[in-house]
Nanobody
């Protein structure tokens, strides 16, 4: 089994910055897709930024120019640097990954439990 654990959420003022982290642990041979989604009450979970199947970075429009995704493959970690945040960025942020496990020798999609980000003055 694999676990994704997010951290770094909290309260931040408009215009401020926040850095989210996600660490994957467990039976991991490889991580193919790795990134961040977010969700607000009553709405669907939406993509924020992700490393896609080919290792390229995909940003949703709302993240372009403000958010930066990065990863540390040696530590099975992915990060989201959020700059110049606004109240519309208030959401629960979820880590998502396609993980290859030895028990299946194939990729399974996993979600973290989420970390709350609140942008407010």
């Amino acid at each position: 089994q694999v676990q994704l654990v997010e951290s770094g959420g909290g309260l931040v003022q408009p215009g401020g910055s926040l850095r989210l982290s996600c660490v994957a642990s467990g039976d991991i041979l490889d991580i193919r897709i790795f990134g961040w989604y977010r969700q607000t009450p009553g709405n669907q979970r939406e993509l924020v930024a992700i490393f896609d199947n080919g290792g390229d970075i995909v940003y949703r429009d709302i993240a372009k120019g403000r958010f930066t995704i990065s990863r540390d493959k040696s530590k099975n970690s992915v990060f989201l640097e959020m700059n110049n945040v606004n109240v519309e960025d208030t959401a629960t942020y979820y880590c998502n990954a396609d993980v290859k496990e030895s028990r299946t020798n194939w990729y399974t999609n996993y979600w973290g439990q989420g970390t709350q980000v609140v942008v407010s003055s």
